[in-house]
Structures are given as structure tokens and as C-alpha cells.
């Protein structure tokens, strides 16, 4: 198949700005050239969770992603959409010279590339690995999750996703009913699940999501009534709504952007029972004010706990 690479050259500073903006306009598998050593906060802040290879050299930073021209997406709405996204962050941040090139490549393999940077590693007493790896020797007595997160996000290795997980484990009983918002790998979904959950309801607008979520339920031997997986938006889409249910559950995770957080967190108190938790992240460090702020105006919730880990935070609440 033959994918279009657009190449946008901009700054080391907008890098992790324009992957946030790809991420929610809908661009996946992105990729990064960046000729300037990133300090280790910078590479810290990006929100995608495998981390790129970065070359010594000084210079400019390159941010890729490819579109296949034979599939559903409009290209050149997608790219209206780029332009507009660059044009807001143009407002606040520097972003070089922001040409866009554009490619023909033959390159298959390009959304296979990141495996080779995603190896097992811990959070705490859970094993998380690849499900193409084998258990290493010195982790056979954790609680194992096999991920394959396929081109959805979440392979565990990010901050926010292991600030979630953290906070899942303070919170998970038997009888914990489960809303996963933003599931993509659903690797919050099975952890809440290998650590004795009831159940998990996730929702994802990326179909590819549904499909890694099947999967790794596959990998993790949970079966269907388990864990149900809907692609839709539970912000503004009545049948999502219905379909998730109301007053249904004991604990929401939502590891989504700051930006969506704020948004969400409108939406949410009318789907979780009374004193249910709820785990937010995605938030970047300069975000942590205006999320709080946003939890505070509302009445249906009380902070319980703020966690950080490197540039990001987690915020859990509770319902009223
Ligand atoms: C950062 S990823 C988190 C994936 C996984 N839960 C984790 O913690 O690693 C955020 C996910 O939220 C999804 N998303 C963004 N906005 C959403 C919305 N309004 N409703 C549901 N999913 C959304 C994205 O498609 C993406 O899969």
C-alpha cells in the first residue's frame, strides 16, 4: 500500500503541542525527528507513549504522520484541520518555520515500527508486556497484563497511564462497575479486571481502539461479558449515554487530555453512582490549575487525592 507522509518542520518547544493537537483531531502513529537533544522534562512531557529515538545533532524537529489515500479519511479536510489546529497554537508557542512536505512511501511496516522500543516492564507489583515478549524470569510473581495496543494508544508506559493504574488499585473491590473513558488499548479497563473488578464499560471514538480492546481481552483471557467496548463520544452522543447507563457505576477513568477532562467532567456525575471515584489524567502540569478549577465549580464531586508523576497529574474525585 502506498501511505502519504505529510512532514511538518517546526520547533523542539511545539513538538509535544502539535502531537496533543494530532491526537485529538484524529492522527495516529505519528513520528518525530528532533535534532536538538530534548531535556529529559521534554521528553517527559509528550503526550504518546513511545518515546522516539532522537539523534545528537543539533537542529530543527520534525513531526510526521501518514494518511492512506484509499481509506475514509478526507485528506484534505484532515489537513484543513492541521492548519487550523497549527494556526491556535501559533498563538502561544513558537513553530519555527511549520513547512508541511508531503511523500509517497512504500514503508508497510511504519505502524509496526514503535514495537521494538516497547519492551515488559513494572508498575509497582503488575508485569505489563508485550503480549509478543516472554515473561522475564525475576517477574513471574507479579499480576501479569499482556498488551498488544496495536496503532490505539496505551501501552502502559506513559505517566498518566500508570498514575491511573495506581489510583485503580487504591480504589478496585469485587464489586467495583467500571467506566472506562478513553479506553484505547483498554489496558485500564483489564487492569481494573486482573485486579478483581466486576466489570468494565469502555467507550473509545477511535475504532481501532475497539479492535486492540477485543484483542488484548483475547490475551488476558477475559470474556465478553466482562468488559463491553463502544465506539462513540459520551460528551454530546444521547445513544452512547443511554447505551453506558446512569447511576451505573462505582468507578469512571478517564485518561483523556486536560482540555477533555474539563469537558467531561460535565457529562459524567449522571452515569456513576452516589460516592463512586472518579480518576482523571492526561493532564499536563500546566493544565493542573484550570482542571482543578473546573472539578471545584462543580457540585456533584469532592477532590479526594491529586497525584503526580513526572509532568503529569492525575485528579480523583468523588460523587457527592
Ligand atoms: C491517552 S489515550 C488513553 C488510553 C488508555 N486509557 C491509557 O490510559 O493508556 C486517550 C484515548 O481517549 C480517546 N478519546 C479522546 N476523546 C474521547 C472522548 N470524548 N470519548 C471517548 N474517548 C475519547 C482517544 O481516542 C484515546 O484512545
Redesign the pocket.
Known sequence: MRWKKFTLTTTTEAVDLISSMF?EIGIEGIEIEDNTPLTEAETKGM?I?ILPELPPDEGIAKVSFYLDPDSDVDIEEMLKRVEEGLDELALFTDLGVRTLETSETEDKDWINNWKQYFKPFTVDDILIKPTWEEIPEEHKDKLLIEIDPGT???T?Q?E??QL?IRQLKKYVTPDTKIL??????G??GITALKLGAKEVFG????EN?IVAVKENMEANDISDDKFRVLKG???DDEDVKQEVGFEAYDLVVA??LAD?III?QKEIPVHMKKGAIFIT??IINMKEEAVKKAFSENEAFELVEITYQGEWVSVTVRKK
Open positions: 491526537d503526550f507513549d490505539a494508544f496505551g502502559g506513559h498518566t497511564t491511573c472506562d473513558v478513553g479506553t484505547g488499548s489496558i485500564l467507550t473509545d471514538l477511535d481502539a463520544n459520551i460528551i485518561n483523556i477533555i467531561l489524567s492526561g
